[in-house]
């Protein structure tokens, strides 16, 4: 027999959670057969079998929260399923319950004792209601009747229990099965990723500063060059290639905003990581384009689509996720037209694009003409980003865009 270990992924992640078992209880499997996945704060995995057997018990269930290094099941080579426990028959003495239980008493009278515990009242409390019920502390054996999942959380959620009161005033309680609200809990992915950004809030002097740019320029490049783009390169030419060199060459002229604070220092990046934030299904994350001044744009177009492709299929590595100095959103796909960005926490600076939208610009002092522009905001660290630094980063971005190319030249 041999042990289902929860596996080492990293060495900031200390536990997962299992989102869901390929097999069951009697199943043959080969090694390398994929028994489970598990969820970690960044990214899903999948647990393979190390030698063929039988699954003959699985100790954690879906949803459970797991250590690295804890057992989650036993394989039995070559062998066949330990046998289900058998139910013990029921005592005669134990009454079974009974509907008129549940039926609320006359004012005037007490609330019935809860029955004891080998009675049928916490046998008849559902799987979901036991697994909630642990996790909350709360002990079956003090309620009544059928038990669900919702009355364990409406007990969790509770003041401190007051005394006994007459059922017909517990009756008065609001119903706390509600068919038209829907309970769901968050992944461990959406946890992480609400406890960053708060933290990176409270934790960041964060301001935005914003432009606009006219995309005349960049749209004509496209326009001319995107199909033979395409044939050379077997990749589009996209937006994302020229916001990441505009990003890099105006990063080498404001070094603050490729920097971190560790303490009471300073930590001043020599290498341009910038991380692309993809939405996914289970939450956005953030990929990183490695040495992204040394690549060309073809190159970051394959490295953004191929980062993008891993993010949608949950098979990121973690290697793909972490180092990043500087962060693109762009919330410009989903149709919008301003934000203010979250900071990346480590990072000081996060670029945010948004949706092209054509806009009367006035081209002199007589002229006007309809222009494809775009606003593009940045969050910085007030900490050790200037205003002043801030906004020339951001005009430099603007006028790199602006003039594709000098991205040739300064990217």
Request: aromatic share 4%; charged share 25%; proline share 5%.
């Amino acid at each position: 027999m041999f042990e289902v270990k929860v596996p080492q992924v990293g060495e900031s992640i200390t536990e997962a959670t299992i989102s869901q078992w390929l097999v069951k209880e009697g199943d043959q499997i080969s090694a390398g057969d994929i028994l489970l996945e598990l969820e970690t704060d960044k990214v899903n995995m999948e647990v393979t079998a190390e030698a063929s057997g039988v699954v003959s018990k699985i100790i954690r269930q879906t949803g459970d929260n797991v250590k690295v290094g804890e057992v989650v099941a036993q394989i039995t080579a070559g062998g066949a399923a330990a046998p289900a426990p058998q139910a013990e028959p029921a005592k005669e003495s134990a009454p079974a319950a009974q509907p008129e239980a549940v039926k609320a008493a006359p004012a005037a009278e007490p609330v019935k004792q809860a029955p004891a515990a080998s009675e049928a009242s916490v046998v008849n409390a559902s799987p979901s209601a036991r697994k909630l019920a642990r996790e909350k502390g709360i002990d079956l054996n003090q309620a009544l009747g059928r038990v669900g999942a919702g009355d364990i959380a409406a007990v969790s959620n509770a003041a401190p229990a007051a005394p006994a009161q007459p059922a017909a005033v517990q009756a008065q309680a609001p119903v706390q099965d509600d068919p038209t609200v829907e309970r769901v809990k968050m992944s461990r992915r959406r946890q992480t990723i609400a406890k960053r950004l708060v933290e990176a809030q409270h934790t960041a002097a964060m301001l935005t500063t914003f432009n606009e740019v006219d995309m005349t320029a960049i749209m004509d490049v496209r326009k001319r060059r995107k199909q033979s783009f395409a044939d050379k390169h077997d990749v589009g030419l996209g937006f994302m290639s020229f916001f990441t060199k505009a990003v890099i060459g105006a990063l080498k002229q404001f070094p603050l905003l490729n920097a971190q604070i560790e303490g009471d220092e300073i930590l001043m990046h020599k290498r341009y990581d910038i991380g692309i934030a993809v939405s996914a299904k289970e939450g956005l994350v953030v990929p990183v384009v490695r040495d992204a001044e040394r690549l060309s744009f073809a190159a970051i177009e394959k490295e953004i689509s191929g980062l993008a492709q891993k993010a949608r299929a949950n098979t990121l590595a973690l290697s793909d996720l972490q180092g990043g100095t500087f962060t693109i959103t762009n919330g410009g796909i989903f149709g919008s037209l301003m934000s203010t960005p979250i900071l990346n926490a480590p990072q000081v600076g996060i670029l945010g694009m948004h949706k092209i939208q054509l806009r009367p610009i006035a081209i002199d002092n007589e002229r006007m003409e309809n222009r494809p522009m775009m606003y593009i905001a940045l969050s910085y660290d007030h900490r050790i980003v200037d205003g002043s630094e801030a906004v020339r980063f951001l005009v430099t971005v603007k006028e790199l865009l602006e003039d594709p190319e000098s991205l040739l030249l300064e990217g």
